[in-house]
């Protein structure tokens, strides 16, 4: 074994220690056939308002103009998934990846000591780490490092275990064994196409118009923003995003129970009923999302998605 086998050995094992389940390399290099995609995408105006997608585009398709001297891109999923949901199967929504504290904390913080590692065992690397956090194509990224597959509802599925995880990346200007990309396994499955109420999967699939998914407007939409009438009878009880392209794709037959206690959902919020959502105070909004990624919609945002599912 060489010595960029050993580190990528090293690195990979400390990744699994921390917790991650899945661990891809691809080469840090420009990625010409995603920056065309991209291109389209915004030019069709499907990011809605989210004007911050348009933003740093060279540095989307060029990881090595967000770490000086970039060889490689480290991939890697942290589990979410739970079997736990809300008892009053008539009470708004909450998305799974909401129950707990805030992935960006949590996973972040694992990064870190990856990157840690990494330095005290290999030596002087220059690095950064990644949580959704900056212009990184984080799906395109994982695809290239063979961690998964951009499925038909635009979201990496993972053969083995699945949709229901977060992913995060290192860029390092350290070269390491890279993976090899593996092949789209969706086949003729419409299940993701034929279940988004709003229809924000186009027909073929691969390609999401943002601005019509229940997720965007939910937690993207400020909250000051209306969400348009359009949508009414269409939200499918969502409060807060929306796991329904997940629920009903095949491969998450294979999705376990995550064992991360930072995603563990606040003792009150699965058992808070229609009622006690409808009459919800800043107070208890606090207490319960104190630490949660739901804070970013904030109160008077959580009130209005509430209020706009009343209607139904």
């Known amino acids: 074994m060489n010595i960029t086998q050993t580190h990528t050995e090293r690195i990979r094992n400390e990744a699994y220690r921390l917790g991650f389940e899945f661990v891809g390399i691809a080469q840090a290099t420009q990625l010409d056939e995603e920056a065309r995609r991209l291109?389209?995408?915004?030019?069709?105006?499907?990011?809605?308002?989210?004007?911050?997608?348009?933003?740093?585009f060279d540095k989307r398709i060029d990881p090595r103009k967000l770490v000086e001297g970039a060889k490689s891109v480290i991939s890697l999923t942290y589990n979410y998934f739970t079997e736990q949901q809300q008892s009053d199967p008539e009470a708004p929504k909450i998305s799974k990846y909401a129950?707990?504290?805030?992935?960006?904390?949590?996973?972040?913080?694992?990064?870190?000591?990856?990157?840690?590692?990494?330095?005290?065992?290999?030596?002087e690397v220059n690095g950064r780490a990644f949580v959704d956090s900056a212009p990184v194509l984080e799906r395109d990224w994982a695809k290239h490092a063979g961690v998964g597959w951009i499925g038909k509802n635009t979201l990496l599925i993972n053969p083995r275990r699945g949709s229901y995880f977060f992913l995060a990346e290192l860029i390092l200007d350290l070269e390491l064994t890279t993976d090899n990309p593996m092949r789209d396994h969706c086949g003729r499955c419409r299940r993701c196409i034929e279940a988004c109420p709003t229809e924000a999967i186009s027909p073929k699939g691969y390609i999401m118009d943002g601005s019509k998914c229940i997720s965007y407007l939910t937690i993207e939409l400020k909250a000051d923003e209306k969400i348009p009438p359009q949508y009414q009878d269409q939200m499918a009880g969502w409060m807060f995003g929306c796991d329904i392209c997940q629920d009903v794709c095949p491969w998450n037959r294979f999705a376990k129970q995550h064992n991360e206690p930072q995603f563990e959902p606040h003792p009150q919020l699965l058992s808070m009923t229609k009622e006690e959502w409808l009459d919800i105070t800043e107070d208890v909004f606090r207490e319960i999302f104190k630490k949660s990624p739901v804070k970013r919609t904030k109160f008077e945002g959580l009130r209005r998605n509430i209020a706009f599912l009343k209607k139904d």
């Open 39 to 56: 291109e389209a995408w915004l030019n069709k105006g499907l990011h809605g308002s989210m004007g911050y997608m348009a933003n740093h």
């Open 99 to 123: 129950y707990g504290t805030d992935y960006h904390f949590v996973v972040k913080d694992k990064l870190k000591q990856l990157l840690q590692f990494i330095s005290d065992e290999i030596g």
